[in-house]
């Protein structure tokens, strides 16, 4: 029998699960996910948390869908564990990456029944940048209790994470993407501060004023003359149509394969000039023109949804307005509130630092662990100095830029570092076999399709290949596949790595900027932004700089690498860089 609550309750983790009718059921869980106690029954999320000042830990299905509330209700929470985050980590990481995530689909395969699909997003008609929205959670079948569900799926993911590679590296990575998912939630309430006077002012000087309707502004309508008028009297180009583009190219006896700006700034011709101002202006008034400003930015905030973990190396993504492509020239209405700073924190190289942690190189790690400049410190051990040569050996390396003038590189990085090397060698060989691919905490890359794997090699099936030539092709294509994925993986031990050190940082940084007024704002893969009381600046910057190293140790144990930030106390973002 439910009890409903009547006065504070405290205890170490609590499982809450809501109803379709906004109350909420809550219990006590054991460190195996069982029920600890008797199950209470709220008014709502905000009403249960309130009561239980002393939770650490909150159990429930997803962050996004709880946390708003109690950020409305000016409530912390100290720590969660996002059931569906976890399930999509768990399920790459046994090789199933792409299986439904929800709660729901968790507890249909516990119980050997039909998975309901994840819902799709769907994004909002007429939005330059759409946000993606679905329509509502993935209900549980009529007549299954939703706490009861939970704790079932939460059971049996904690005994999943025992028997994962490294059971006590992904209890960290499923803990620090938990993190994630409120940091986002903050984030998003929080907003970056935005000067829509300031926005408008910067468009107009590089577009200019925009005429009545839906017509381009004056700047972008000047170029489209210009543009045609370097085809001859009486053109008329389009520079937004690239169709149109190549064909007049092609009439003046220019071919070209595309309009990408590094093609056409190889062409001599009166239209190129225009057309690269045209691309970019036009990218301006698309992505971040007053259509964006109008649909983003509300009361001196843009607030996007931001995504933990929405790409396949679990770096974050957004669901609209473009939060981590800000141009540089749209900085400029990225400003602090009077009397605020932003701290503008950009981590130095971090993913050749990743790699020497992930690797345990010696060589690589005493570079990493230098107080200066990574690819200087490299460039004396391997490099005659050539700082930049330097850099594009290890980037070369990570990103797998191995023919060539990169195959030269290699092979003196091989020499000097050879544990860092064989590293990303084995990931990129794994990839290429269609094997699975972990980081260091045990994201998982999302295994090869059949397009990615060599052909087995068994006999000719009638009416398939059976042509020499024909099959030739066909290994030829399978092969190009394998060494496209095995790029990919090679770079994705590095990359995922980064991430998952991001996200340690970000929970480690928002336990240190408790009590304080400063809010995160903004997060970019190995950027973050905290706003912050002028008088706190200083704090926040040091606080920054612990949680940097305090996350890495704890993903990567003691180690000599330092990650280092580059930190920037302005009142403007365009001027922290």
């Known amino acids: 029998m439910d009890e409903v609550v009547a006065g504070p309750v405290t205890g170490g983790r609590w499982a809450l699960a809501s109803l379709d009718d906004g109350r909420v059921r809550v219990c006590p869980v054991d460190a195996r996910g069982r029920a600890a106690g008797p199950v209470r029954t709220e008014e709502s999320a905000a009403a249960a948390v309130r009561a239980r ?27 969660c564990y996002d059931i569906e985050a976890s399930e999509a980590l768990l399920l790459g990481h046994e090789g199933a990456a792409g299986q439904p995530r929800s709660l729901p689909a968790a507890w249909a395969r516990l119980r050997g029944l039909p998975e309901p699909e994840d819902r799709a997003l769907t994004p909002r008609d007429g939005d330059p940048q759409p946000s993606l929205f679905e329509a509502g959670p993935v209900p549980l079948p009529d007549g299954v209790d939703p706490l009861e569900a939970l704790l079932e799926v ?72 210009e543009v045609s008028h370097a085809f001859g ?105 009077p009397g605020w700073r932003l701290v503008v924190a950009d981590a130095d190289q971090m993913e050749p630092r990743v790699l020497a942690a992930v690797s345990r190189d010696p060589g690589l790690m005493t570079v990493a662990g230098s107080g200066g400049d990574l690819y200087t410190a490299l460039s004396e051990r391997a490099f005659s100095g050539d700082r930049a040569q330097a850099k594009l050996a290890l980037l070369g390396a990570i990103y797998g830029q191995t023919s060539g003038e990169g195959l030269k590189n290699l092979a003196a990085l091989r020499r000097r570092f050879p544990a860092a090397v064989a590293y990303v ?127 890495g140790e704890a993903a990567f144990g003691r180690t000599p690498v330092r990650f280092a930030f580059t930190t920037a106390v302005v009142e403007c973002y365009a001027d922290a860089k």
């Open 233 to 337: 009297p009486g053109s008329r180009v389009r520079p937004d149509l690239p169709a149109e583009v190549l064909h007049a190219f092609a009439r003046a006896g220019v071919r070209l394969s595309s309009t990408r700006a590094w093609e056409l700034e190889k062409v001599d011709h009166p239209a190129v000039e225009p057309l690269l101002q045209y691309k970019k202006l036009y990218r301006l008034y698309t992505a971040h023109g007053w259509t964006w400003l109008r649909t983003w930015v509300r009361n001196g905030r843009f607030r996007a949804e931001y995504v933990p973990g929405g790409a396949a190396s679990g770096r974050w993504t957004t669901n609209g307005g473009g939060a981590l492509q800000i141009p540089k020239v749209v900085r400029r209405a990225v400003v602090a509130d």
């Open 53 to 79: 000042p002393g939770v650490t830990r909150w159990v429930w299905r997803s962050t996004a869908a709880v946390h708003p509330e109690l950020l409305a209700a000016g409530l912390w929470v100290e720590r």
């Open 425 to 551: 060698d084995d990931a990129a060989r794994a990839g290429e076999e269609g094997r699975l691919v972990r980081t260091h905490l045990g994201r998982t890359c999302p295994p090869a399709g059949g397009e990615d794997r060599e052909g087995d090699g068994g006999p000719d099936v009638p009416g398939e290949a059976n042509d020499d030539e024909e099959k030739r092709g066909s290994q030829g294509n399978a092969g190009a596949a394998a060494r496209a994925r095995g790029r990919f993986t090679r770079n994705f031990v590095v990359q995922g790595s980064a991430a998952d050190w991001a996200v340690l940082m970000l929970a480690a940084l928002r336990q240190r900027l408790r009590g304080l007024e400063a809010e995160l704002v903004f997060f970019q893969h190995d950027e973050v932004i905290v706003h912050c009381p002028a008088a706190e600046a200083e704090k926040v910057a040091e606080a920054i700089r612990t949680a940097a190293d305090q996350a």
């Open 154 to 225: 939460y059971a049996a993911q904690l005994a999943r994470t025992e028997r994962a590679e490294h059971p006590e590296r992904m209890r960290l990575l499923l803990a620090g993407e938990s993190a994630g998912t409120l940091v986002a939630a903050e984030m998003t309430g929080a907003g970056v501060p935005w000067s829509a006077d300031t926005h408008r002012e910067l468009l107009v000087e590089l577009l200019g004023e925009r005429y009545a309707g839906s017509g381009l502004p004056r700047r972008l309508v000047e170029l489209e003359e």
